[in-house]
């Protein structure tokens, strides 16, 4: 091979290794990630489901320690846009600048809690349109719901679910995994067999980062791990362990 030649491929193979994810994960010590506390998600005890893939992803595949705050989702969302935290876990949508990570932690159904009574017959989400529906702050916005209803957002799901149980709301939006959180929660007493929880949407949630150099490391690192514990069957009892579904990961690749 002609010297320029032999120049020319090892400069290509030193730039590969440059970009690659490996040589940019070493310049990243410690991954910051902020979020709510969720039963089986981000257990304020530091255990549960995003936990384990977090660790499973940095720390087991990257040796990339991962350090964790418990913040409101508003401010965990605000601590990535000002480069105060490299991740906030996890969000359906985002507002740019912030940009979600390609691969899902979760994905579910939405919900919503109503008192059966006064929503009669269900009918699906034909039967929420005209009514009212709150949620907490950032978790949802008039994507997710009929037009033309009413909505209010309250600061958490205890709130919300307080709102329906004393006939100040029709309906409360989450996760269903997060509805009966908020009913373990509540300190009201009611009739439990008065309401239902149904499904009417559903959605996957990522990782939020900001379209820094950092933060699309981070991104490349995140998603790529993910997909390497998936196709290496790794994942499947993470998620049984918290008794959740694993993502039909192929279809974000």
């Not at 679910?161 to 509805?179: A, E, Q």
Request: net charge neutral.
């Amino acid at each position: 091979m002609p010297a320029p030649c032999r120049a020319l491929v090892a400069a290509v193979a030193l730039l590969v290794c440059l970009l690659s994810p490996a040589r940019a994960g070493q310049s990243v010590a410690v991954v910051r990630v902020v979020s709510p506390a969720w039963d089986s998600f981000t257990n304020a005890d530091g255990t549960g489901l995003y936990f384990d893939l977090l660790d499973a992803v940095f720390r087991g595949l990257y040796g990339i320690d991962v350090e964790h705050h418990f913040v409101p989702s508003l401010r965990a969302t605000h601590m990535v846009r000002e480069n105060e935290a490299d991740m906030m876990v996890c969000k359906a949508r985002v507002d740019p600048p912030l940009v979600m990570a390609r691969m899902p932690m979760y994905e579910s159904v939405y919900a919503v809690f109503f008192d059966a009574g006064n929503v009669r017959p269900w009918k699906g989400r034909e039967s929420m349109a005209g009514r009212s529906v709150v949620w907490r702050i950032g978790y949802y916005d008039e994507r997710y719901i009929p037009e033309g209803m009413r909505t209010k957002e309250v600061k958490t799901g205890v709130s919300a679910l307080g709102m329906v149980v004393l006939g100040r709301s029709d309906f409360y939006l989450d996760d269903p995994v997060l509805i009966r959180e908020s009913i373990a929660r509540s300190e009201l007493a009611f009739d439990k067999d008065r309401f239902r929880i149904e499904p009417v949407g559903f959605r996957s949630y990522h990782p939020v980062l900001a379209p820094t150099a950092r933060g699309r490391t981070i991104m490349d690192l995140y998603d790529n791990g993910i997909r390497t514990l998936h196709d290496q069957g790794a994942l499947e009892a993470i998620y049984a362990k918290w008794g959740h579904a694993v993502p039909d990961f192929g279809k974000f690749r």
